[in-house]
């Protein structure tokens, strides 16, 4: 495997229920520092290569290492040092309905040990950057599909994670949102975040200008481009 490898799939086959073929042979290096798109069709295995890249999937077959940890063995240890490191921007959200969206970003913080005062200052300070100050008092289920997407985006960000998983992070959103998003996405990637992106939306894929696209069908990687 490339020692320079921030993540790193070696020969990866994911099974669901033992039968339904997921990824299979899924060979690619994400080097630290990259921007990488995740394109492909519906059901085609984006949202499972990310779930294996923060390990809530492990593969059957085949080897997964991220920042130098491999699924192989893989103690609870492993799995609390990559949830500090990576910042996941989830496709179905994911938030806590019983906090508030300034709390589900403030949460984020304190679940790694900074202090509230800390945690509420950087949050504010993110939910401004997009727009969301006036509801940082909303519950979730009085957020637009949007906005709810937007807070899923600060949670992630706040923490300034080494690697930066989102999938489909401008599904729900306008289309100045979605332009506000990747501004973000692009400032983070500039201070040397690894971005790791699946999307529907070819049209974003132009706003970036340094990227490696990898083409997903059938669970197998068609094309990198
Ligand atoms: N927990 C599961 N059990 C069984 N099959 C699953 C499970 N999760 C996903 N699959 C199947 O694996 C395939 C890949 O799903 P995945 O969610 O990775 O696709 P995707 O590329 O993210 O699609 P979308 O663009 O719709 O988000 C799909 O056919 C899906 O039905
Ligand atoms: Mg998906």
Redesign the pocket.
Known sequence: MDKEGVVEFFEVTKV??GR?Y?LRDITLSIKKGEFIFLV??????????LKTMYMEELPEEGEVKVLGISHRGITKKDIAFLRRKIGIVF?DFRLLPDRNALENVTFSLESIGVSYKDAREKALKILTDLGLATKADNEIFDLSGGEQQKICIARALVREPVILIAD?PTGNIDPKSQDEIIDLLVNIHGKGTTVIM?T?NYTLLERIPVKRTVH?ERGEIKKVS
Request: charged share 15%; aromatic share 10%; hydrophobic share 25%.
């Open positions: 669901y229920r339904y997921a492909g069709p519906s059901g085609a295995g984006k949202t499972t290569l496709q489909e699946a529907h997903l």
